[in-house]
C-alpha cells in the first residue's frame, strides 16, 4: 500500500487559504501573461512551495504562509516561470515524507519502489545522476533512524549502483553553470547552511503526524537536513532556473523567520 500521500480537506481552514491562493495565483499568472500555461505554472509553484515546507516544517503550519507570501517573488520573473521544475520539487515531497514519517504510517515497500522509481526517471530524464545520490543520502539518513533498516539498505544501495553506472557509462556529474554574482543563488546556500543549523532548534518542537500520534522529531530534523543538503547540491549540480531558487529560498526562509517571530513572541509575552 502507499503510505505517503496526504489528504488535503478543504473544511480546514489552512487547507482552503492554500486552495484560494493557488487558484489566486494561477488567475494573476494568467492575466499578467495572458498565457495559460504561465498562470499554471504560477499556482503550481505557489501549492508545491507550501506543500513542500508544510512537509518541511510540519509543527508549523503557518510557516509554509510565509514561504508562499515569499514565493509570490516568482511574479518578478514571471516571463521564466514556465522553467520551473515542478517534477523536481514533487519528487523532492516524496522523499522527504519517506524520511520523515509524517504521514504517521509504516513505509512500505511499493513507498519505496515507486520513490526509486521516481528517482530513476528523474536522473535519466534530466541526465543527471545527482537525483540518484540524492536519493541515497536519503535511505542512509532513513537507516539511522532504524526504519525498515533491510529494505532501506537495498533501495540504496541499488540506487547507488545505478548512480555509478550512470556517471561512469552515460551522464557524467559536472558542476552546473553557477553564476558567483548572482544574488539569489548566493542567498541560497547561505540560507541552506544556516537552515541547517537552526531547523536543529526547529524540529524540537513537538507536532503530530498525520494520525494524530507524536512524530518521530530525529526524523523530522533528519528529513530537514537532508532537504538542505538536497537544495545545495541541486544549486552546484543542476542547471536550476530562477524560479527554482526562489521556491527553496522561499520554503528555507519561511521557516526560518516564522521561528525566529515565535521566539520573540515568547520572550516578550
Known sequence: MFTLGRKIDPRNKTNLAIIICTFSAFIAGGLLTTELVSGLYLGGTVFVTWALSRDVDPAHSYSAFVAVFLTLTNLLYIETIENTQILVLFWLILILRAVNGITGKTLTLLDLLLALGFTVFLSFNQENGLYLFIFVLAMAGLYRT????????????????????????????????????????????????????????????????????????????????????????????????????????SVLLGSVIHFMWLRIKEAVA
Request: proline share 2%; hydrophobic share 55%.
Open 146 to 249: 532504524g526504519e525498515r533498516p533491510k529494505v532501506v539498505l537495498a533501495a540504496g544501495l541499488l540506487a547507488f549502483v545505478l548512480a555509478i553506472v550512470q556517471m561512469l557509462f552515460m551522464h557524467r556529474l559536472s558542476l552546473a553553470a553557477f553564476d558567483e554574482q548572482d544574488p539569489v543563488s548566493l542567498i541560497l546556500i547561505a540560507s541552506a547552511v544556516l537552515s541547517a543549523i537552526i531547523f536543529w532548534f526547529i524540529s524540537r518542537r513537538e507536532c503530530k503526524d498525520d494520525q494524530g500520534n507524536q512524530a518521530d522529531l530525529r526524523r523530522i530534523f533528519t528529513g530537514q537536513v537532508i532537504y538542505c543538503a538536497a537544495v545545495l547540491l541541486l544549486v552546484f549540480f543542476e542547471d536550476l532556473s530562477i524560479n527554482d531558487h526562489l521556491v527553496h529560498l
